[in-house]
């Protein structure tokens, strides 16, 4: 009954009111309640968790767990508002420890279904029990001493039929659960984690030794065999995990799993990162996918935005972006993490000592150059035909050995990359070689520009011809002058070194698109990416091009030295591989 003191219209509301109040921001599903009861199970050190539900959990929700369990003291003070085991100050709120807290969920639960909690001590004879009905604890009783805690949540919603209407079908409600508890396991690999429903198994996790093992339960290997490994530090953060790499990123987001000091969390932030640590490694339509786990100073971290704590708040919001992102990028490069305290030699061009970077791409100098160098020369037989489309040859970077075997239709490469088979599309890889000196040219923006003997001119609408003029000193610090010519047409007088001969025309559509788009992309560098990813495309050597031997074997080492990269800047693949013990098991040769 709502309480006044006659007099006005402001009232006090009953306790019972107050903490479905409560529940109602704890409590949505019974997924909720599942969350909460594992994240104490956790807390208490448990080594093996079970979660038996039955009718979606509205009939029952059982976990039960081998942790340090309660004294008959603390059991009834567990169902008390504003009661924890977690804070002993609100110092402590700033630097949580543990799975808590926003606040603690076992009053709210008790306030919307029928609890019974079992629990007792490692040390102890005898162990509790007792009841609580409509929030209120009732007399604790003896029970067998095993240590540990079950608690049975019943009738849940019992009270709010209106919460109870708006759930969704049993079986939705399963699946949200089995989500809740795979995502636990996901975060605590040395903890064996089972469910049952309805009395039938759906999981059962045991405990292994690392994060890498429980993916492999809970996705299967098959996943992994598509992943590529990360691992970045920052002073005061880390992120390890594993990522899918290019060629299978799909158009579904599963699994997209992030885990900031074993929690589940969904972070704009994060995913923003991976976005962009993808880039251009990914297809149109396809999207990342991944298990990181981001490990952070919990001082530098706010795990209280949110009620159920899916969500949390960094102090240097900006650092995290940056390591997330720069982790997936190295890792889809096959490129070795540089440590924490150096500067990414990719963006600056400097190493951490002041001296240039070993990453400076060689073949776009600062300067054009009056004339071609002498060592390009010095080999008339040796200077290959597809070097020639661009403005200086490549850079021999000695590599494992590769071995050119030939050409399929003038398109596909194939070559011997160690012991492997290699077949490659030669359009896309020297795209993505292109693409790579460019970026890097870019990152220490030094893009050197070449000038057209005779500049192209080209015939736009007033509309496009506007569009340009309005990035035109932007294109310029991407090595691209243009210049309006009459109403609309414009001339196009330098382009990066390296592109070689490009058809002028075709390029400013493409580069029209792009500019397009610019108003809706987050970031200069995605900026840049766009128009830079156009200019390779535009640069690379096109299907249906002869290329001799000596040809291909340049190609093919300067793909390697770019990472082996197994996409184009625009997303298609760029190679296939069949490796020795591959081609042994094909024709039937192992066990010989």
């Given at each position: 009954?709502?309480?006044?003191?006659?007099?006005?219209?402001?009232?006090?509301?009953?306790?019972?009111?107050?903490?479905?109040?409560?529940?109602?921001?704890?409590v949505?599903?019974?997924?909720?309640?599942?969350?909460?009861?594992?994240?104490?199970?956790?807390?208490?050190?448990?080594?093996?968790?079970?979660?038996?539900?039955?009718?979606?959990?509205?009939?029952?929700?059982?976990?039960?767990?081998?942790?340090e369990?309660?004294?008959?003291?603390?059991?009834?003070?567990?169902?008390?508002?504003?009661?924890?085991?977690?804070?002993?100050?609100?110092?402590?709120?700033?630097?949580?420890?543990?799975?808590?807290?926003?606040?603690?969920?076992?009053?709210s639960?008790?306030?919307?279904?029928?609890?019974?909690?079992?629990?007792?001590?490692?040390?102890?004879?005898?162990?509790?029990?007792?009841?609580?009905?409509?929030?209120?604890?009732?007399?604790?009783?003896?029970?067998?001493?095993?240590?540990?805690?079950?608690?049975?949540?019943?009738?849940?919603?019992?009270?709010?039929?209106?919460?109870?209407?708006?759930?969704?079908?049993?079986?939705?409600?399963?699946?949200?659960?089995?989500?809740?508890?795979?995502?636990?396991?996901?975060?605590?690999?040395?903890?064996?984690?089972?469910?049952t429903?309805?009395?039938?198994?759906?999981?059962n996790?045991?405990?292994v030794?690392?994060?890498?093992?429980?993916?492999?339960?809970?996705?299967?290997?098959?996943?992994?065999?598509?992943c590529?490994?990360?691992?970045?530090?920052l002073?005061?953060?880390?992120?390890?995990?594993?990522?899918?790499?290019?060629?299978?990123?799909?158009?579904s987001?599963?699994?997209?799993?992030?885990?900031?000091?074993?929690?589940?969390?969904r972070?704009?932030?994060?995913?923003?990162?991976?976005?962009?640590?993808?880039?251009?490694?990914?297809?149109?339509?396809?999207?990342?996918?991944?298990?990181?786990?981001?490990?952070?100073?919990?001082?530098?971290?706010?795990?209280?935005?949110?009620?159920?704590?899916?969500?949390?708040?960094?102090?240097d919001?900006?650092?995290?972006?940056?390591?997330?992102?720069?982790?997936?990028?190295?890792?889809?490069?096959?490129?070795e993490?540089?440590?924490?305290?150096?500067?990414?030699?990719?963006?600056?061009?400097?190493?951490?000592?002041?001296?240039?970077?070993?990453?400076?791409?060689?073949?776009?100098?600062?300067?054009?150059?009056?004339?071609?160098?002498?060592?390009?020369?010095?080999?008339?037989?040796?200077?290959?035909?597809?070097?020639?489309?661009?403005?200086?040859?490549?850079?021999r970077?000695?590599?494992?050995?590769?071995?050119?075997?030939?050409?399929?239709?003038?398109?596909?490469?194939?070559?011997?990359?160690?012991?492997?088979?290699?077949?490659?599309?030669?359009?896309?890889?020297?795209?993505?070689?292109?693409?790579?000196r460019?970026?890097?040219?870019?990152?220490?923006?030094?893009?050197?520009?070449?000038?057209?003997?005779?500049?192209?001119?080209?015939?736009?609408?007033?509309?496009?011809?506007?569009?340009?003029?309005?990035?035109?000193?932007?294109?310029?610090?991407?090595?691209?002058?243009?210049?309006?010519?009459?109403?609309?047409?414009?001339?196009?007088?330098?382009?990066?070194?390296?592109?070689?001969?490009?058809?002028?025309?075709?390029?400013?559509?493409?580069?029209?698109?792009?500019?397009?788009?610019?108003?809706?992309?987050?970031?200069?560098?995605?900026?840049?990416?766009?128009?830079?990813?156009?200019?390779?495309?535009?640069?690379?050597?096109?299907?249906?091009?002869?290329?001799?031997?000596?040809?291909?074997?340049?190609?093919?080492?300067?793909?390697?030295?770019?990472?082996?990269?197994?996409?184009?800047?625009?997303?298609?693949?760029?190679?296939?591989?069949?490796?020795?013990d591959?081609?042994?098991?094909?024709?039937?040769?192992?066990?010989?």
């Amino acid at each position: 009954m709502l309480t006044t003191d006659g007099r006005g219209k402001i009232c006090i509301l009953p306790d019972e009111v107050i903490g479905r109040i409560a529940a109602g921001e704890v409590v949505e599903r019974p997924a909720a309640v599942v969350k909460e009861l594992l994240e104490n199970s956790i807390d208490a050190g448990s080594h093996a968790i079970t979660v038996d539900v039955k009718d979606g959990g509205l009939s029952l929700i059982r976990v039960t767990d081998d942790g340090e369990g309660m004294s008959r003291d603390d059991a009834p003070h567990a169902f008390q508002r504003h009661a924890t085991s977690k804070l002993r100050s609100d110092v402590d709120l700033w630097s949580i420890r543990t799975m808590g807290f926003r606040g603690e969920a076992l009053p709210s639960i008790a306030a919307v279904a029928h609890v019974r909690l079992r629990t007792a001590t490692r040390s102890a004879e005898v162990g509790t029990e007792l009841e609580v009905v409509g929030g209120v604890v009732g007399n604790s009783t003896d029970a067998p001493p095993v240590a540990g805690t079950r608690i049975d949540v019943a009738d849940l919603f019992h009270n709010q039929p209106a919460r109870k209407k708006f759930l969704k079908s049993i079986a939705t409600e399963c699946s949200h659960i089995i989500r809740v508890v795979q995502q636990a396991a996901l975060a605590w690999p040395s903890i064996q984690f089972r469910l049952t429903h309805n009395a039938q198994e759906l999981l059962n996790h045991p405990a292994v030794h690392s994060e890498r093992d429980r993916i492999a339960q809970v996705y299967r290997p098959a996943f992994l065999n598509q992943c590529v490994s990360l691992q970045a530090a920052l002073p005061g953060m880390a992120v390890t995990g594993y990522i899918v790499d290019a060629i299978h990123a799909k158009s579904s987001r599963t699994p997209q799993e992030l885990f900031v000091n074993r929690r589940p969390i969904r972070s704009l932030a994060v995913s923003h990162a991976v976005g962009e640590g993808y880039g251009s490694f990914v297809a149109k339509g396809c999207h990342p996918r991944f298990v990181l786990f981001l490990e952070v100073d919990p001082d530098c971290v706010d795990v209280n935005v949110h009620p159920t704590k899916r969500e949390v708040r960094f102090a240097d919001n900006e650092a995290v972006h940056q390591l997330v992102r720069r982790a997936v990028r190295q890792a889809l490069s096959k490129e070795e993490l540089t440590d924490a305290s150096r500067t990414d030699a990719r963006f600056t061009g400097t190493s951490h000592d002041g001296s240039r970077s070993l990453a400076e791409p060689s073949s776009l100098p600062e300067s054009v150059p009056t004339s071609p160098p002498p060592s390009a020369w010095q080999d008339a037989e040796a200077q290959l035909a597809f070097v020639s489309e661009a403005a200086e040859p490549y850079a021999r970077v000695p590599t494992t050995e590769v071995i050119a075997l030939g050409q399929i239709n003038r398109t596909f490469l194939v070559a011997q990359v160690g012991g492997d088979l290699t077949v490659i599309d030669q359009h896309t890889a020297h795209e993505r070689v292109l693409f790579e000196r460019l970026f890097r040219a870019w990152g220490t923006r030094k893009i050197a520009a070449q000038a057209l003997l005779i500049p192209d001119p080209v015939e736009l609408s007033p509309a496009q011809a506007g569009l340009l003029q309005r990035y035109q000193s932007d294109l310029e610090q991407l090595g691209i002058e243009i210049e309006p010519f009459g109403t609309s047409t414009v001339l196009v007088r330098s382009t990066p070194i390296g592109l070689g001969r490009i058809d002028a025309g075709m390029f400013l559509q493409d580069l029209i698109e792009d500019l397009t788009q610019w108003e809706r992309l987050p970031s200069l560098e995605a900026k840049a990416r766009s128009v830079l990813a156009s200019m390779a495309c535009h640069g690379a050597v096109r299907a249906g091009r002869p290329m001799r031997l000596e040809e291909i074997k340049v190609l093919v080492e300067e793909w390697r030295s770019e990472g082996e990269i197994t996409t184009c800047p625009h997303g298609r693949r760029t190679s296939f591989r069949l490796t020795t013990d591959e081609l042994e098991k094909m024709f039937g040769r192992v066990g010989w």
